[in-house]
């Protein structure tokens, strides 16, 4: 039986705890071993369910820890590139939250570091390894829907809450890096396209963030219409309408949590083909991906190359927006 991955999380985050570390600690083939927190307090719930965990009082102590393998990096946006960089030089493989960057060069030197060392380094944009997407972009590339007329995303929620993160500048807050990540990048996982032109980008801002972006854009052969906010109720959806059909995830990102995961297709006659994915925890699914590729040299299948592209529309927003 191969050893488990060993993994170690930088900091206490909530989403951590709620999420990411209780995935790592039910993947197959992994080990939540260590996390990086000064606050016993915060440590409490993780010990919860994986008792043996090792609390290191820094996060170079972690990285210095030589039974730790890879390691999960969920602190605030502009300090992603940092230590996804320090853990590459330490000899982990990581895993960094969404957005890795704050812009698309910021991607380059932890590209270099990843192909230096040969080690894994991956933005944790867990929808591409659920089924539901991998289903959609089988679909709308395969033909399923004719020739592809128009996207059309929206991903909303609500957030006043100043002392947030998502919600200060000087920590990389905003909308667009929270989840216009989900917005931008899903459509270009489905469709395998990039895009020519950000035509026009409506961006309010709330104490030097973004809150609310509107976009239109367009690609290769069809156009993108998309809203972010964190100043709406929550609703998600994305739709792709084609020549002879239109697909539509109605719960593309927060699948298990804002509602179940499911595809409609609608075709000729009134054909509504409809299919679901219940209890499928794509958290879990992106760890075990992880171990595939450090394990079996498999291809990641969302590489760091991918999750820039996604950046480079980001920065294609904004500048439309101020242009």
Known sequence: MTDPIRWGVLGAANFARNHMAPAIHAARGAELSALA?????????????????????????????????????????????????????????????????????????????????????????????????????????????????????????????????????????????DIGVYALGSARFVTGAEPDAVDHADIVRENGVDVTARIAARFPGFIYSGTVSMRAFPRQYIAFHGEDGVLTLTCPFNAGVFDQAELRLERGAGRVEVERWPGVNQYVLQVEACGHSVRDGAAYPCPLEFSRGTQTMIDMVFAAAEG
Not at 40 to 58: I, M, N, T, Y
């Open 37 to 177: 927190t000064s606050s016993e307090d915060k440590a409490a719930p993780f010990r919860e369910f994986a008792p043996g965990l090792k609390v290191h009082g820094s996060y170079e102590a972690l990285l210095a820890d030589p039974e730790i393998d890879a390691v999960y990096v969920p602190l605030p946006n502009h300090l992603h590139c940092e230590w996804a960089l320090k853990a590459l030089e330490a000899g982990k493989h990581v895993l960094v939250e969404k957005p890795m960057g704050l812009k698309a060069t910021d991607f380059d030197p932890v590209i270099a570091a990843r192909d230096r060392t040969g080690l894994l380094a991956a933005e944790a944009f867990m929808i591409v390894h659920h089924p539901q997407f991998r289903r959609a972009r089988e679909l709308v590339q395969g033909g399923a829907i004719g020739p592809l007329v128009q996207v059309d995303c929206v991903f909303s929620f609500m957030n006043r809450d100043g002392e947030n993160i998502r919600n200060r500048p000087e920590t990389g807050g905003g909308a667009m890096g």
